[in-house]
Every structure is written in C-alpha cells, then in structure tokens.
C-alpha cells in the first residue's frame, strides 16, 4: 500500500478494517476446508519468500501484506509473459516486489514506488538474500506524483503493473498504468475488495466508494479485457488491448 502508518491511521480505519475482515472471513465449512488446502497445499514459496511473509505478519500493519495465492498468480502470468518490465505501485515491505522480481531475467526490472521509507526497508534484506534487489529500482514519493512523471517517459514501455496502493486515488492510478502498459500488457489491481469492505451498503467511505467506482468503470472499459477474482481481498486482472 502507497501510504504510511501515519497517513493510514488518518485515511482509514484500522481497527474498522479489522471489524470487516471479521465480517469477510464468515466462512462456510466448505470455503474453510478450500481455503486451508489452496494455502497449505498449492503455494510454492521459497524459503525466503516465507522469512519476508513471517516478519511482515509481526509488523503493526500486517494487514496490508499481500496475498500469498495472489502474487503466485501474478508471478506465473508474468513469467509466462516473458515480463521483462514490471511496475509495482504500493510496496509495504517487499513481498509482492521480491515474488515478482524473482521471475524477471538478467536484463530484467522491476520498478517500485512507496511513500513510506520504513516498510520497504524492513523488506531490502530478503530482497538481496533472494538476489534480486540489483532488479528493483525503489522510488519513495507519492505514487500520483511518481506516476505523472513516469508517463511523460515510460509510455508502453511495462509488461505488468501491479496496484496496490491508496484506493482514495485508484482512478487516477488506473489511467496512468493504462498509459504505462504496452499492448497486450496485464495491469493487475490487487485488494479492489477493500477488506471485503465493498460488498456492503453501509460502508460509505473514501476509499470503499473509490474501489466501486472503479470496478464499474474497469468492467465497462472497452480498452481492456478483465475480469475480478475473488483471490485473496479481491482482484483485477486486466489486459490492455
């Protein structure tokens, strides 16, 4: 996620986020029993890729780490891509940018930007024990600004855009990302569900109306073709025509 601990507390909830995840995660027997058995027995971490996910669940906002399945997913669609480019807007502490570094080849980078210097760093050190922190160009400044500077040199140059940023400004996020991909490039918006947030009326705020506007408005985008998975916190794929 694009923002830090001070900024999050300001725009958003936590411990309203923890009350909804409670709420999310009502689950039948069934959906348990399948979610237990896709993340027991169909991940295929790396040591490394496991020490990132321990020491981010012991950090204050664990919440915001990304989901293991997701990334997976990610990973094989961009590798199966022979991604060379990848972006990724909101880092926390690194694990989508280390899963998603690890597929790239030699030539390969991938390029990173968080307002919060505190949680990438806590990343950095498993991001050069997997042996890809030469492959991630970090860039701490807030995404909008980086992303307007960005498309003024970097149009159709990226294979994949991972998102996962502040959902108050998803908009403006996606029409840059859509600038920034080429052809046939996946643009992949991770936690569109808001913590299961927009899935009820009574949830009315910033970043949950955000989040709705903007799965309306991806869904009718005759430039894409995409589809929202209910992966994780949700989220959609989208490749650019």
Not at 65 to 88: F, G
Not at 201 to 216: P, S
């Amino acid at each position: 996620m694009a923002f830090n601990a001070s900024e999050l507390t300001g725009k958003m909830n936590v411990k309203f986020a923890e009350s909804s995840r409670v709420r999310w995660t009502k689950e039948s027997e069934f959906e348990q029993r399948l979610m237990r058995f896709i993340y027991t027995d169909t991940l295929h971490l790396t040591p490394t890729q496991n020490e990132l996910r321990k020491v981010s669940s012991e950090q204050p906002l664990r919440v915001l780490i990304s989901d293991a399945a997701v990334i997976q997913l990610i990973q094989m669609l961009a590798k199966n891509m022979q991604a060379k480019h990848i972006l990724e807007i909101g880092v926390y502490t690194g694990y989508g940018a280390l899963s998603l570094a690890s597929i790239l080849p030699d030539e390969g980078q991938l390029v990173a930007c968080d307002v919060d210097p505190g949680m990438p760093e806590v990343g950095e050190p498993f991001w050069e024990k997997a042996g890809v922190l030469n492959k991630i160009d970090l860039h701490i400044q807030p995404a909008k600004e980086f992303l307007n500077e960005l498309t003024k040199t970097k149009a159709g140059c990226f294979d994949v855009v991972h998102l996962d940023a502040d959902k108050s400004l998803l908009d403006d996020y996606y029409e840059a990302s859509l600038v920034l991909l080429r052809k046939g490039g996946l643009l992949a918006v991770d936690g569109i569900l808001c913590v299961g947030r927009v899935l009820y009326d009574d949830c009315d705020d910033e970043e949950t109306r955000a989040a709705k506007a903007l799965i309306r408005r991806i869904m009718a985008d005759e430039r894409v073709d995409c589809s929202l998975i209910p992966m994780g916190d949700g989220i959609i794929l989208a490749f650019k025509k």
